[in-house]
């Protein structure tokens, strides 16, 4: 039998950590705390590329092919084959070395390659444990950028360190990693960038309410990156599509799932898909400008001299004022503002509002129940600011 701890003496202990401040905002600005208690990367992860990335739900090749051109047009980087696509993954018979459906995957690849766009396939526990040392050379050779890992065991430290140990095999093979289902992360990431993101939440694909989505900053993303899968489109909803706008900034993921139930199709020239193209998973600045579990939660962050602000409220909606005082001192900034507005003849009732704006100023919200705002600040230059008119600090 073995023990619940399998180690050889002497060895190593894992840490344990408390994190206090004065305000919740405050722990979640700290929450790098965890990932800087891991050791140091000492390998080449220049091949790791961050991005977003489409599911590809059909499992068939003409599919894929117009989401690979939806990904080129919308400025995602990756489209996924989740579970399926060779065969019923949740038995050790599946063979993960062979695609069951008519997928002509060689063909994908090769035109997502050209076009800049790379793959991702799903893999089950299950053939992770039977020949993941044949599966990820395999997958290398084929083209493959990154890896999915489903209903993986996590609750031991048996389970953690295969689970460490894949990662590895995957990094000796450059394939990115994304953990699914009930893995939590513990800062390996620092150690092995490849470990890109993992779920670990009750995300987007259950349909939780606003009020929840308000508590999970302040709970699991403390612990790091959470891949929410956010379902922009689909009916099921129980938040607005500005509170989706918003969660793709406050829900940190340096790969970002955008669309899970989506198909191309669905996209109709709702001009606040903007918002999507031109945000970044990593930043070089993130603040709490305001936030209560349970209440709100409002986040900046900024990546070059861009900043990005998602604001999202609970389920009965409330009234919010942020202060600008992030933004650069005695330069001018075009305030790209996305809101709820059911006067607005789209499916999504996103309204798109354009401003000039500075430090000094403030902004207010009427948020709707299960409501949010998404906020792109650019800077101008000088002559720039005759096009636009200046915010003059009326509620949005």
């Known amino acids: 039998m073995y023990d619940v701890v399998d180690v050889v003496t002497p060895g190593k202990t894992p840490w344990k950590a408390i994190l206090i401040a004065e305000t919740p905002g405050k722990l979640l600005d700290n929450n ?20 977003k990335i489409l599911r590809e739900i059909t499992l068939t090749t003409e599919n894929a092919i117009e989401c690979i051109d939806f990904c080129v047009e919308h400025n995602l980087q990756y489209i996924l084959f989740d579970g399926g696509w060779y065969g019923h993954a949740t ?12 997928i002509d995957l060689a063909k994908v690849i090769a035109y997502g390659k050209e076009r800049g766009i790379g793959v991702w396939l799903y893999v ?19 083209g493959i950028v990154g890896l999915k890992f489903g209903f993986v065991q996590y609750a031991t430290h ?3 360190v295969w689970m460490h140990d894949l990662v590895k095999l995957a990094a000796e093979n450059q394939l990115m990693v994304n953990i699914h289902d ?13 470990l890109l993101t993992q779920e670990g939440i009750r995300g987007n694909e259950e349909f939780p309410d606003a009020t929840h989505n308000t508590i999970l900053p302040f709970t699991r993303l403390i612990s790091g990156a959470a891949d929410y899968t956010i379902c922009y489109y689909d009916k099921r909803l129980k938040t607005t599509h500005a509170h989706q706008l918003a969660a793709s900034v406050i829900f940190y993921s340096p790969l970002q799932t955008l669309f899970w139930y989506d198909k191309p199709s669905f996209y109709n020239n709702e001009p606040e898909i903007t918002f999507f193209e031109n945000l970044p998973t990593v930043f070089d600045d993130s603040t709490v400008l305001l ?37 650069e001192p005695d330069k001018t900034y075009l305030a790209i503002v996305y809101t ?4 607005e003849r789209t499916s999504t009732h996103v309204k798109c509002s354009s401003f000039l704006t500075d430090s000094s100023q403030q902004m207010k919200f009427k948020l709707k129940p299960s409501g949010g705002v998404a906020i792109h600040f ?17 509620w949005l």
């Open 32 to 51: 790098d705390m965890i990932l800087n208690l891991n050791q140091d990367c000492t390998l080449d992860f220049s091949w790791v590329k961050p991005g």
């Open 91 to 102: 038995t050790f018979r599946a063979d993960a070395s062979y695609v069951s459906v008519p």
């Open 124 to 142: 089950n526990q299950h053939a992770l444990q039977k020949h993941a040392k044949t599966l990820f050379p395999l997958y290398r050779k084929w």
């Open 158 to 160: 048996r389970w953690s």
């Open 182 to 194: 009930e893995y939590r992360p513990s800062g390996f990431s620092r150690t092995y960038p490849n």
């Open 291 to 327: 936030g209560e579990p349970g209440k709100q939660v409002f986040m900046a962050r900024r990546k070059k001299d861009d900043w990005f602000v998602g604001g999202i409220t609970n389920n009965n909606g409330s009234n919010e004022i942020i202060t600008l005082n992030f933004l």
């Open 340 to 343: 709820d507005d059911e006067n």
């Open 378 to 394: 650019v800077p101008v230059m000088r002559g720039e600011r005759i096009k636009y008119k200046k915010y003059k600090g009326q």
